[in-house]
């Protein structure tokens, strides 16, 4: 590892250390004729969490049953695709892969307990939006929330995430603070019949209590889990009845 510094470039490196803590090291002496050094370059390794581990072996399952497909199979994921369009952060347009299409697909097929589908979905008819969350209760050890599909709906499914906060602050958080409610996603995190959602959570999942505030995030999905863009909400607030 190059060494870079204001003096003429004759520093050496003797050797790596690791201490017990997972802290690398790097010994080095800038001449010849002074004594070594350490110099610590980097912070100790954060270990993935439950959730992001569960996260990488789905992705990474994913990936492996798609370079499985037979020809055939792949080409009618690539066909899909390119009748699906998306608009990224910045406004440009974009088309998905194959691969990504596949991704995207069978994680929330994983998510609620379904195996790898091997075909794309049929319908490329995304759902209606959410139009707004109209009832937010907390009773005893539940907590209850509706939602309203804008138009007439649609058999669609909806996904819902959650990030709590102590105070109503203003800032929006990004994607990657909203955390899923459960450590391990399960089939009540979805709703479906459309155009009225309904989710019951145990407070002890949610881990909130009264008067705290929540950001709501839900995913509209096809019955065959093609899911169109997250919406986000503003803040909501816990109250008991």
């Given at each position: 590892m190059p060494i870079y510094t204001t003096r003429p470039p004759v520093a050496r490196i003797h050797g790596k250390l690791t201490s017990s803590n997972s802290t690398a090291a790097v010994v080095v002496t800038d001449s010849p004729t002074t004594a070594p050094t350490m110099r610590r370059h980097c912070e100790t390794v954060k270990q993935p969490s439950a959730v992001q581990t569960a996260t990488r072996v789905r992705i990474g399952a994913n990936a492996k049953a798609y370079h499985a497909l037979s020809h055939n199979d792949a080409l009618a994921w690539r066909i899909a695709a390119e009748h699906i369009n998306r608009t990224n952060s910045l406004g440009a347009q974009y088309t998905f892969t194959g691969i990504s299409l596949f991704q995207q697909v069978n994680y929330y097929r994983q998510l609620a307990g379904y195996a790898i589908s091997p075909t794309p979905p049929a319908?490329?008819?995304?759902?209606?939006?959410?139009?707004?969350?109209?009832?937010?209760?907390?009773?005893?050890?539940?907590?209850?929330?509706?939602?309203?599909?804008?138009?007439?709906?649609?058999?669609?499914?909806?996904?819902?995430?959650?990030?709590?906060?102590?105070?109503?602050?203003?800032?929006?958080?990004?994607?990657?603070?909203?955390?899923?409610?459960?450590?391990?996603?399960?089939?009540?995190?979805?709703?479906?019949?459309?155009?009225?959602?309904?989710?019951?959570?145990?407070?002890?999942?949610?881990?909130?209590?009264?008067?705290?505030?929540?950001?709501?995030?839900?995913?509209?999905?096809?019955?065959?889990?093609?899911?169109r863009p997250a919406q986000m909400f503003p803040l909501m607030q816990i109250v008991p009845l």
């Open positions: 319908d490329f008819s995304l759902p209606q939006p959410i139009a707004s969350i109209y009832f937010l209760t907390y009773e005893f050890t539940e907590l209850h929330l509706r939602a309203r599909q804008a138009g007439n709906g649609s058999n669609a499914i909806g996904l819902l995430r959650c990030t709590p906060s102590s105070t109503n602050q203003a800032r929006i958080p990004t994607r990657s603070e909203l955390r899923i409610i459960t450590t391990d996603p399960s089939t009540s995190m979805y709703s479906s019949g459309g155009p009225d959602y309904e989710w019951f959570l145990p407070i002890q999942t949610v881990r909130i209590t009264p008067n705290e505030y929540l950001r709501f995030e839900i995913t509209m999905m096809t019955i065959d889990f093609l899911p």
